[in-house]
């Protein structure tokens, strides 16, 4: 239990004897400051389901707002299958050294109700907190950055947001979204399609790496095509090279021009989102 809670090594002694009644019920009063004190939080990512292929001038646009004193919630607004994630994710990396404690990643996608994002974010600080409370007295303090993915399904709850901004003057917020989330602090960097010759570079990108025979000799109409066809979003490329081993690209531009259905994978550690278009 002293290592789920990550007590201090320092405090474990006395850990063991108030659970045994053997100290009085404030003996642990001091123990919470202490273990923050004892860890620093570090930068928490996921692998990003798709390369991230150009978006120099978008990654440039980040680090120049949150640079900003003003800029305290800035959402990446795209559609879906457009690669937020990805450049959030690229975004994070490059801010993990401006920021004293560290960089988070908090995936709610499967989060619906506002009371329940302060718990995706104690479980991706990895940290002995419960509880709103603790998480707001824990941030006030904090110089962070929060990315939180995905937001388009909170609806309203996405107000609770503000509850960090009002109580940990610190920490900023970078967040992804289908759409924008409405709020008086939020400032927006729009995320588009890849431009065509970017597009072109990933499906060949990925295409060599499910298929590692492969060569555009004889395929370059085909793969315009399918570029065309998806309107250049990063998820539809991915998915659509992923058929290479069983098709050449003239049947994969067939089978999208038949279907877009057809763009699915069953690709085991990718999120649910991200394995069809």
């Known amino acids: 239990l002293a290592d789920g809670l990550s007590v201090p090594q320092d405090w474990r002694n006395t850990f063991a004897e108030r659970a045994r009644g053997q100290r009085p019920g404030d003996a642990l009063a001091d123990m919470r400051g202490a273990a923050f004190e004892t ?17 120099e001038k978008e990654l440039a646009e980040i680090d120049r707002l949150l640079a900003q004193p003003a800029c305290r919630l800035l959402t990446l607004v795209g559609p879906g299958g ?14 993990h050294d401006v920021w004293e404690d560290g960089v988070i990643f908090v995936p709610l996608t499967a989060i619906t109700q506002a009371e329940l994002i302060p718990g995706a974010i104690i479980h991706s600080l990895n940290l002995p ?3 709103e409370e603790q ?6 303090d904090q110089t962070l ?10 609806g309203d709850g996405v107000a609770w947001f503000a509850n960090i901004l009002n109580n940990a003057p610190g920490v900023k917020l970078l967040a992804t979204s ?25 499906f060949e ?27 250049n979003l990063p998820l539809a490329l991915e998915l659509a090279a992923g058929w290479l081993p069983m098709l050449s690209c003239a049947q994969i531009a067939e089978h999208i021009q038949r279907d877009i259905d057809f763009l699915a994978a069953n690709v085991r550690n990718v999120p649910e989102r991200h394995r069809s278009i």
């Open 129 to 131: 907190l419960n509880g």
């Open 145 to 154: 950055l929060i990315v939180l993915d995905n937001c388009e399904q909170l």
């Open 205 to 231: 990108q990925t295409a060599r790496r499910v298929a590692p025979d492969f060569t555009l000799e004889g395929q370059l109409e085909a793969v315009r095509a399918i570029c065309e066809r998806v309107e």
């Open 82 to 95: 457009v690669g937020k994630t990805s450049l959030a994710l690229a975004a994070a990396r490059r801010q």
């Open 135 to 140: 998480l707001m007295a824990y941030l006030r």
């Open 178 to 202: 289908r759409e924008r989330l409405q709020l008086v602090e939020e400032w927006i960097v729009p995320v588009h399609e890849l431009p065509a010759s970017q597009a072109f570079l990933l």
């Open 39 to 55: 860890r620093s939080t570090s930068t928490t990512f996921v692998s990003p389901a798709l390369a991230l292929i150009g978006r």
